[in-house]
T-cell receptor, first 114, second 112 residues
């Protein structure tokens, strides 16, 4: 158990809908990352927050947004869902937010868009 | 061309074998290198972390980095059926924050 928690574990929804994925980092970690893992793209970085501030952004779609709250938990919002958004979404956390920080992953949320 | 190339396998070995997993990368800006293990689409688990060329050993696992050749390896000695998983290499640049760039993963099966 990495200490990173994610809810829900599974999510099944329809195209066009909006969902929210939640992540709680390890105790003491200030940085949260979101990754998407699909069968054809592998693990892809989406976005990073450090102590409430956006630190880095990857190829995150405009339909997707995230935020980190004062208690350091983070939410990833996915809207206008498409079939291709079906994937595993992982949250990771690290103590610091700079290059080389060791990242510990949560168990993931499996999103299925029908 | 992908920044990080990893043979997806699958790789099947008998119990007790030495396993060699490899990744190559194209961008010399990558400075920090990790290996993650992922069981059946569960959360990736950090196995090894290195930031310099050379070898790092942890139990049955040895991580090797050759920055001049842009090549990293993970060796597993005395492989066990419990090592059956997908192994992902990952790396970060010194200037892009902590975002990890992953290889596509190698699926390993260790047969009893």
């Amino acid at each position: 158990d990495s200490g990173v928690t994610q809810t829900p574990k599974h999510l099944i929804t329809a195209t066009g809908q909006r969902v929210t994925l939640r992540c709680s980092p390890r105790s003491g970690d200030l940085s949260v990352y979101w990754y998407q893992q699909s069968l054809d793209q592998g693990l892809q970085f989406l976005i990073q927050y450090y102590n409430g501030e956006e630190r880095a952004k990857g190829n995150i779609l405009e339909r997707f947004s995230a935020q980190q709250f004062p208690d350091l938990h983070s939410e990833l919002n996915l809207s206008s869902l498409e079939l291709g958004d079906s994937a595993l979404y992982f949250c990771a956390s690290s103590v610091g937010g700079l290059a080389g920080a060791e990242q510990f992953f949560g168990p993931g949320t499996r999103l299925t868009v029908l | 061309q992908k920044e990080v190339e990893q043979d997806p396998g699958p790789l099947s070995v008998p119990e007790g074998a030495i396993v060699s997993l490899n990744c190559t990368y194209s961008n010399s800006a990558f400075q920090y290198f990790m290996w993650y293990r992922q069981y059946s689409r569960k959360g990736p688990e950090l196995l090894m972390y290195t930031y310099s060329s050379g070898n790092k050993e942890d139990g049955r696992f040895t991580a090797q980095v050759d920055k001049s050749s842009k090549y990293i390896s993970l060796f597993i000695r005395d492989s066990q059926p419990s090592d059956s998983a997908t192994y992902l290499c990952a790396m970060t640049r010194a200037t892009s924050g902590s975002r990890l760039t992953f290889g596509e993963g190698t699926q390993l099966t260790v047969n009893p």
